[in-house]
């Protein structure tokens, strides 16, 4: 009798598999694999061969660890070379600017950041330095070679130059030079170089703006760059860029020392040009330059007096000879030598009418309506480089005769832009703006009642038509304007040779009040063209920037009362008499 | 005396399903288990792939994005309202005078319409009706 079961207990079917039961082949097949382990045993002791017992098990750890390890090897290498190059994170750039791009009303670009490239080199990992040095100095021309050996001959890596582009940067890689590195830093790019370059400001490597709107809108700059959209300014670059075209031509044709340009809209106060020329320059002469601007105050003046009721377009003013003040003679540059009308003193630019016109309102009456106009303060526009005026210290008859043509008071051209605009749109003074407005309507504060801003339109309109400001015409976009022609002081007195030469208009002078229109402000400083006059050296500037930039506004050509649409003459009717003062 | 047993249920001879002593129920709960260790690797691996993947596309997308940006700088540089102007001038442009602007609707007033030309038709006789009306082949609808 043997001691072993008989081989037949070893040989049974698995379990649950049921004879002449469907099941698949797969599953048969490993139900009797597995059995067939789990009986090796006892088939093993059942043939006298227990050893292949155990060498069955080996086998099958054997096999089982194997198939684990084959799964890791396959894998790791697919890791190791399957892998994208330069690793699976996510590379971000650690010195990446939060500040969003600017961008003009209509999304151009005026400011945007571009990843530039510090530039390091280990000298441990450089094989033949003389070499390198020759290499790199021909890639980058621009790097200092001083710099570059004493890098190269250190013994630590260290930065050789920063802010490279991505195209010297690519020609450095293509060196293949070992031992060179580069590491991303974001640079405030400005791709229109001189252009708006005063409006637009900088901003210092650390993404802080340091002046114009950089600086002005600096938080919400930053916030647009956190959120990834851009920030967009009032400007619009195709007005920006007719405005400094015509300005540089209109300087460098007049000899001019400096020039000025800024164009808004006077409904909403948004500035859609601003131009400081010489570009060059740093000042941004708009809102941190002052000028005693001359006979454009005259507009001031006569405004006050309409809207004080002092005066109406037909009182008469004796301009027959020279007004006198205590010692001082005040004469007229255009002498009439006659009783003029309100209308005529200001056509004619009358310094007798208006110095006669202001001595009768009074110190307190042109202080107060300076302050309105915004003349007392400085511009209110987001620029920080607004400067306060240069204010008249006393407001007695000489200074108020001299105040109402222009003369000792000096102010920036942005507050003359502020103040026309609000003399031109129904009597609101809005602040200006370099923020793009949203389309609603700006309420402002009233300083002049809607007649008198009517009235005011209606004498710009035809200082342009029958006065100083001729060559301001452009051809149905009826430009109203007044010119303003100042000596500067030079060595305590008034220097003809050095003259400043003002145009402040504004187009279309015609339709309602609250009708779009857009006032144009040219200053030429110190031109050396004769005559110096704003009527010959800044008025004809205006005329064409008006011209080039009309289509642009959507201003339609329309002929008025004394122009056609293609700016020829109609005949007008003669003026009233009125009241002699 | 005899000993208690309890009734054995289908869920008793489950457990009392034994092979070399091992439960069953024990062998599947391993394979269980294992399948399960199994199917958190496959699932990490996969989410791990995933993830390469996901970053290789951000960085796809910085990297375009920063192309975007250098191009959107180079096209500014190269509309800079100085260089288009002084680019205009140098080839012979300049702004078009007023007498020479025409709007749309004025267009008619600078370059009329021209008339439309008289259509011709060669006089029909009774003969040319006929010989082409003999011509015209029959359709199928008119085959008899």
């Known amino acids: ?581 | 005396m005899t000993m208690w047993t309890a009734p054995r249920n289908g869920l008793q001879r489950l457990f009392d399903w034994k092979v070399h002593g091992i439960r069953w129920v024990e062998i599947i709960g391993l394979l269980l288990v294992a399948l399960m260790v199994f199917s958190v690797y496959v699932a990490k691996a996969g989410a791990a792939r995933e993830g390469v993947r996901i970053s290789q596309l951000e960085r796809e997308i910085s990297d375009n994005g920063e192309r975007v940006h250098l191009l959107r700088a180079e096209v500014a540089r190269l509309e800079q309202p100085g260089r288009l102007e002084a680019l205009s001038r140098s080839a012979g442009l300049a702004p078009v005078d007023v007498h020479r602007r025409k709007n749309e609707g004025s267009l008619a007033t600078i370059a009329p319409v021209p008339e439309p030309r008289p259509v011709i038709v060669a006089p029909t006789t009774a003969a040319s009706v006929e010989a082409a009306a003999a011509e015209t082949p029959v359709g199928p609808e008119d085959g008899r």
């Open chain 1, 1 to 581: 009798m043997s001691v072993h079961d008989h081989h037949s207990a070893y040989d049974r079917p698995a379990p649950g598999l049921t004879p002449g039961r469907r099941v698949s082949p797969t599953w048969r097949w490993f139900a009797e694999g597995i059995w067939w382990v789990e009986h090796a045993f006892g088939r093993a002791r059942a043939h006298a061969r227990p050893e292949e017992d155990a060498r069955v098990r080996i086998f099958l750890i054997l096999g089982l660890f194997s198939l684990v390890f084959a799964g890791l090897a396959v894998g790791a290498t697919h890791a190791a070379l399957m892998s994208p190059r330069g690793g699976g994170g996510y590379a971000t750039n650690p010195n990446a600017l939060v500040r969003g791009d600017l961008v003009d009303r209509n999304g151009a670009l005026l400011a945007t950041n571009i990843v530039h490239y510090a530039f390091y080199i280990d000298p441990s990992e450089v094989w033949d330095r003389e070499a390198a040095a020759v290499q790199i100095k021909r890639a980058l021309p621009a790097v200092s070679s001083a710099r570059l050996r004493r890098v190269l001959n250190g013994d630590r890596r260290l930065i050789v130059m920063p802010g490279l582009t991505p195209a010297e940067r690519k020609r450095l890689h293509a060196l293949a030079l070992g031992g060179l590195s580069f590491e991303p830093e974001d640079r405030r790019v400005y791709p229109l170089g001189t252009s708006a370059t005063h409006v637009i400001g900088d901003a210092d490597t650390g993404g802080r703006g340091i002046s114009g709107a950089e600086l002005a809108f600096n938080d919400e700059i930053r916030a647009a760059g956190a959120r990834g959209v851009p920030f967009a300014l009032s400007i619009d670059l195709r007005v920006q860029g007719v405005l400094e075209n015509e300005l540089a031509a209109a300087a460098e044709a007049n000899g001019a020392k400096g020039a000025v340009g800024i164009i808004t809209d006077v409904q909403t106060g948004e500035v859609l040009g601003l131009a400081s020329w010489p570009t060059s320059d740093r000042l941004d002469r708009v809102t941190s330059a002052h000028y005693e601007m001359g006979s454009v105050f005259k507009t001031f003046t006569v405004a006050a007096g309409l809207d004080t009721g002092q005066a109406d377009i037909n009182t008469r003013f004796d301009a027959s000879e020279a007004f006198m003040i205590g010692n001082r003679k005040i004469t007229d540059f255009h002498a009439q030598n006659r009783v003029m009308t309100l209308e005529e003193v200001y056509l004619h630019s009358s310094n007798i009418g208006t110095s006669r016109l202001a001595i009768e309102m009074g110190g307190t009456v042109m202080r107060d309506y300076f302050t309105r106009f915004g003349l007392m303060d400085a511009a209110p526009i987001e620029l920080k480089e607004s400067a306060r005026p240069r204010r008249p210290r006393r407001w007695d008859d000489s200074t108020l005769a001299s105040l109402s043509f222009g003369y000792g008071i000096m102010i920036t051209p942005a507050q003359m832009a502020a103040a026309m605009g609000a003399l031109t749109n129904g009597g609101r003074f809005i602040p200006l703006t370099l923020r793009k407005g949203d389309g609603t309507p700006v309420r402002g504060r009233q300083v002049v009642s809607p007649e008198t801003s009517r009235t005011l339109l209606d004498l710009l309109r035809l200082n342009v038509v029958r006065g100083s400001g001729g060559f301001a015409e452009a051809a149905g976009l009826r430009v109203g304007g007044k010119t303003g022609s100042a000596n500067k002081l030079v060595a305590g007195h008034y220097d003809p040779t050095h003259a400043v030469g003002t145009f402040a208009a504004v187009f279309p002078a015609d339709g309602p009040l609250d009708a779009r229109r857009y006032s144009i402000l040219i200053l030429i400083d110190e031109p050396s063209a004769w005559p110096r006059t704003g009527g010959y050296v800044a008025a004809p500037a205006v005329g064409r920037i008006a011209d080039r930039i009309a289509p642009f506004l959507g201003v339609q050509r329309r002929a008025d009362a004394w122009r056609t649409a293609l700016g020829e003459r109609i005949a007008v009717p003669a003026a009233t008499d009125g009241v002699v003062r």
